[in-house]
């Protein structure tokens, strides 16, 4: 039985940060916590030949995060199936986050193709039902499917476990031929440069802030327990595709700012340096998720610099060296963790913090600790999680054998919820924990005491920080109306321009400078300012 959580797991889950500027508690829109209603499915009736509706399924949104996170980049396991389907075959893309309601069956599609992940599962299944009693052929696919198959195949008509792209064009050819198996696996040894590229053209551009979500590299060198990379069957060794390839999609795509979706860019740090050649010459803005070891090597940073990279996302964790090691992490001591953050910023790189509450190690402290730490270093962006063990992975088997699990409600497993019984606090103070420490982060002064030394920046980082943290209201709307292209463009495109200036005066003082080391002093420190 669930223990009786306090307030932040129930109504007033609902409020958050809606008001813009004035941090004034609002209702949440209705349509950001719950998916559109289905209805009662039309009678069983001829689905069109030869078309296949690919689905990104709803899923609640947390209010004490960002609501622009999920309208940065589109679905790219999606749109690179989108990419593997075989001619002949008419395609739609169509993801219920973008708050346009409930996917279009008219006509109704012969193949439904939906993503399933833990969170979002019982919407998955809920869509599943819902076109198969019209008639149409359902197929499942993503990491849910892998770590739970038979729960996914009572659910579909196939399912598709491992390299999607691999798969997809057999299961067409399989309907067509009227030969569809139940299951179909694949494995992650094909040479990922050998995927075609991603179908961008399915998707609604206005609706995202870049539809250029691209991934160069597979897999990452760490595998921590608690990671989805950790999932009993998933064996994901790294794989690279040639830079070339890489700049020549981002090129294609014609947008001023591309995200990495990879999960550790800079697993391979020779790699990087390559990809960072290929995309210089582009002339755009870009950010990606890396380690923090990405920074053993100053001059690598530099050359992220040069090639447009604006931003990181950097997995901390924690800044306590027992939870790391427990969770199998490799990592530099936390201890270097500050002056690590200092070389990026040095170079104009953002950092989005990644922090996990509810390690073994931690104790009612850690909130305000990862906070104050936080303020310190200026993390301008920092997210936070509640640790929570997926199905499948070391952590759940570990947790679950010691009878900590509260329950399998699937839909609470978003990292915003309680879902087990931490060691060293109560349910109630990690969940009040978690929340004070977003309304902490996101509180004026907070804001104000993470702005860039550089006084020549601050204006851009306060812009982006209320935009992107104090807005879920006007995220609302930019996303139901779908503005967010024409409302963040030419913010992005100001970035841009900014970053261009600025990697101009870094080539310059790396040309006139003497040293590195020299470079590297506290009072020639620059700033992008994006």
């Not at 199936?81 to 075959?89: E, H, K, L, R, Y």
Request: glycine share 6%.
């Amino acid at each position: 039985m669930l223990p009786r959580l306090k307030s932040n797991n129930s109504a007033p889950a609902r409020t958050g940060f809606g008001s813009i500027l004035s941090g004034r508690l609002l209702p949440e829109p209705e349509d950001m916590i719950t998916a559109s209603e289905l209805g009662p499915p039309p009678s069983r009736r001829l689905a069109q030949s030869r078309y296949a509706l690919l689905i990104n399924p709803f899923y609640r949104k947390d209010p004490r995060a960002s609501y622009g996170k999920h309208v940065l980049t589109p679905s790219l396991a999606l749109t690179s199936i989108a990419g593997a389907t075989p001619d002949g075959w008419q395609l739609r893309y169509w993801d219920e986050n973008l708050l346009q309601g409930a996917p279009p069956a008219d006509p109704l599609p012969e193949v439904v193709g939906i993503t399933v992940h833990l969170t979002f599962a019982r919407r998955a299944y809920a869509l599943a039902a819902w076109f198969r009693a019209q008639g149409s052929l359902i197929v499942l696919g993503g990491l849910h499917v892998l770590s739970c198959p038979e729960e996914a195949l009572c659910h579909a008509d196939a399912i598709a476990i491992g390299d999607g792209v691999q798969l997809w064009p057999q299961i067409l050819g399989d309907v067509e031929k009227g030969t569809l198996r139940r299951r179909y696996e694949a494995d992650y040894l094909r040479p990922y440069s050998a995927d075609p590229p991603p179908r961008r053209d399915l998707l609604p551009r206005d609706s995202f802030l870049t539809t250029t979500s691209v991934i160069a590299t597979r897999g990452c060198h760490n595998r921590c327990d608690f990671c989805y990379l950790s999932t009993d069957g998933l064996r994901m060794p790294y794989r690279v595709r040639e830079p070339k390839q890489v700049a020549d999609e981002i090129r294609a795509d014609g947008q001023p700012y591309a995200v990495f979706v990879d999960n550790n860019l800079g697993s391979r740090p020779a790699y990087l340096r390559s990809l960072c050649e290929a995309i210089q010459p582009l002339g755009i803005i870009w950010s990606a998720a890396v380690s923090i070891d990405v920074t053993d090597d100053p001059s690598l940073i530099r050359e992220m610099a040069l090639a447009g990279c604006t931003g990181v996302f950097v997995g901390f964790e924690s800044l306590q060296v027992e939870n790391l090691t427990a969770a199998r992490k490799q990592t530099p001591s936390p201890d270097d963790y500050a002056r690590r953050v200092q070389l990026l910023h040095h170079y104009g790189i953002q950092v989005n913090g990644s922090f996990v509450f509810g390690f073994d190690h931690d104790g009612p402290d850690v909130f305000r600790r990862t906070v104050e730490w936080i303020e310190q270093n200026r993390l301008e962006c920092a997210t936070f999680h509640i640790l929570t063990p997926y199905p499948g992975t070391p952590l759940f088997r570990r947790i679950e054998s010691e009878g900590r699990i509260l329950h399998r409600d699937w839909d609470l497993y978003d990292t915003a919820h309680v879902v087990f019984q931490p060691k060293r606090m109560t349910c109630e103070e990690l969940n009040e924990g978690y929340a004070w420490s977003y309304r902490t982060l996101f509180s004026h002064r907070s804001i104000w005491r993470r702005r860039p030394e550089d006084p020549g920046a601050v204006a851009a980082y306060l812009a982006m920080s209320y935009l992107y943290k104090r807005s879920n209201r006007f995220w609302h709307l930019l996303i139901r109306h779908r503005l967010t292209a024409a409302v963040w463009g030419p913010l992005i495109e100001h970035s841009r321009r900014r970053h261009l200036r600025f990697r101009e005066q870094l080539q310059a003082r790396i040309e006139s400078s003497d040293s590195e080391s020299h470079s590297h002093r506290a009072s020639q420190y620059l700033s992008a300012g994006v």
